[in-house]
């Protein structure tokens, strides 16, 4: 009844993919090899082009072609089991109900063969335990009735009690929406301008040139440079920006590409994120996985009066990405936003316009804690590069201006049922939003040089992925600590 059974052809394509990403550096140092030899500057012979050629391609051709011919999966009426490897043989077998979270993604060139990727995660792990890389779309939906099934005949007749915060029951069903939200192209537009994902792209490609900065022919730079240089200021000036421009590009098409068609929808027990161009992603997240929501406001979105929205959850959802901490609203107006969320989270309030705020005798202390450390920096780089180090005093009222923002953004409110605190730890300003049922543990914490203007920090801890995440408020009075400490207390509820 239960067969074996392999992946779809078009794996192939997909792990080739894989291949080439992650052997990114080797391919770049082969085509960097080549070019010194054919412009005479290398020592290999002729006779070794072909044989690194062949290397590079079987080095390629190799993973992906061991994967697809070995790769079996088997779904019973007990669980999953999938097993691969040529030289070095896995078995896995996972129990139906161990599985915490199943993610379905399709590539922009699986569509017509109509398959998916589905990524299966249990509690424990902080990544997927089994990857079926290109099955039909029909066992998706076989494995979530073999899941289903399983799970009713557990609650039915159970063995040992079972931990369903560890096992949430995520059965989906054919119905539609409650409410869905969609970004317009307009959106997403605005969102790739003031993402700030131009510095991503420099630093990848910055990484990048550190890792083949021995392998480029040194007399090929400085050929270049000294051309650059030749042409004076202006024309330097020029390419940096023509460089900008391009980076700026680049992070804009893959915002684009990224959130394409971008869906948020409510459903009776989870909410659902919709997204992708070239790689369709459908991600679930269940009410009762959710620990917090996370309103983001970057220095140029607050003055746009814009924001971003993220959820904190228990458990993992299968890769980096959707691990903790999950972007539910890319970018939408603040005051928008604040509408939405309590229709999509009913159980929160969002209560941001009523928030109590730090003392004005903790202006001193944010100004002190952000310019102590840049005097002995601005000092020193005087010193050894005088007169061109004064410079440095920059500093100064640039993270005068940081303090200023981390006293104005720093609040906090409650609630009898939630719990909002906001700062800006460096540059971007955050509100929390907690319910006072998720929160693990709060503390509060006094240094000696802060008892004298009574003031203290307290903090919040929540679990997150696999971990916890901290969230603070900082140089609030004493009294309010303890007013804070004293509504978390189990006797207050």
């Not at 072609?65 to 790769?71: A, D, R, S």
């Not at 078995?91 to 379905?104: C, G, K, M």
């Not at 557990?154 to 995520?170: A, F, G, H, N, R």
């Not at 917090?292 to 993992?316: C, D, N, Y």
Request: charged share 20%.
């Amino acid at each position: 009844m239960y067969e074996d059974r392999r992946l779809h052809p078009i794996a192939l394509i997909k792990e080739l993919i894989v291949s080439i990403r992650q052997s990114i550096i080797p391919i770049a140092v082969v085509i960097f090899t080549l070019f010194r030899n054919l412009s005479g500057k290398g020592i290999l012979s002729w006779w070794m082009y072909p044989l690194l050629v062949i290397a590079l391609i079987v080095l390629l051709l190799a993973p992906a072609l061991i994967k697809y011919f070995t790769y079996r999966y088997r779904m019973d009426d007990k669980g999953i089991r999938v097993k691969y490897g040529l030289f070095f043989k896995k078995n896995i077998f996972i129990p139906y109900e161990r599985i915490q979270t199943v993610q379905q993604k399709q590539w922009f060139f699986y569509m017509p063969f109509h398959v998916v990727q589905i990524l299966i995660e249990t509690a424990g792990g902080g990544k997927a335990e089994a990857d079926l890389s290109a099955v039909p779309a029909s066992v998706a939906q076989e494995l979530k009735d073999l899941r289903a099934g399983k799970i009713a005949e557990l609650v039915e007749d159970p063995v040992e009690p079972l931990d369903t915060e560890q096992i949430p029951i995520e059965v989906e069903k054919n119905e539609k929406p409650l409410l869905t939200f969609q970004l317009e192209v307009k959106e997403l537009l605005l969102m790739a301008v003031t993402s700030g994902g131009v510095f991503g792209v420099f630093l990848i490609i910055l990484a990048f040139g550190q890792q083949f900065r021995d392998v480029i022919p040194t007399d090929f730079v400085e050929e270049q440079f000294n051309t650059i240089v030749h042409y004076g200021v202006l024309i330097i000036v020029i390419v940096i920006l023509i460089v900008l421009l391009i980076l700026w590009g680049i992070a804009i098409v893959t915002t684009l590409f990224q959130y394409f068609q971008f869906k948020l929808m409510k459903f009776d027990d989870h909410i659902e994120i919709e997204k992708g161009l070239l790689q369709r992603e459908h991600t679930s997240i269940s009410f009762e996985r959710i620990q917090s929501v996370k309103l983001i406001e970057s220095p140029l979105r607050q003055m746009l009066k814009l924001a971003s929205v993220r959820v904190v959850t228990a458990g993992s959802s299968g890769d980096k990405e959707h691990s903790g901490d999950i972007l539910i609203l890319p970018i939408v107006k603040k005051a928008k936003a604040l509408e939405i969320l309590p229709q999509f989270l009913e159980d929160y309030d969002f209560p941001v316009e009523q928030l109590e705020r730090a003392p004005k005798t903790s202006l001193r202390r944010f100004f002190f804690i952000h310019l102590i450390w840049t005097l002995p920096i601005i000092l020193i780089v005087s010193i050894l590069f005088f007169p061109w180090g004064l410079f440095s005093l920059v500093l100064v009222p640039i993270f005068a201006g940081i303090a200023y923002g981390a006293y104005r953004a720093t609040g906090f409110y409650t609630t009898e049922t939630e719990l909002v605190m906001q700062g800006r730890a460096f540059i971007s300003k955050q509100t929390n939003f907690m319910l006072k049922r998720r929160i693990q543990s709060v503390a509060h914490s006094q240094s000696i040089w802060m008892e004298k203007g009574n003031v203290v920090h307290f903090s919040v801890l929540l679990k997150s992925g696999q971990t916890h995440l901290n969230a603070n408020v900082r140089y609030i009075a004493g009294q309010d600590a303890t007013k804070l400490y004293r509504w978390y207390q189990p006797s207050n509820k």
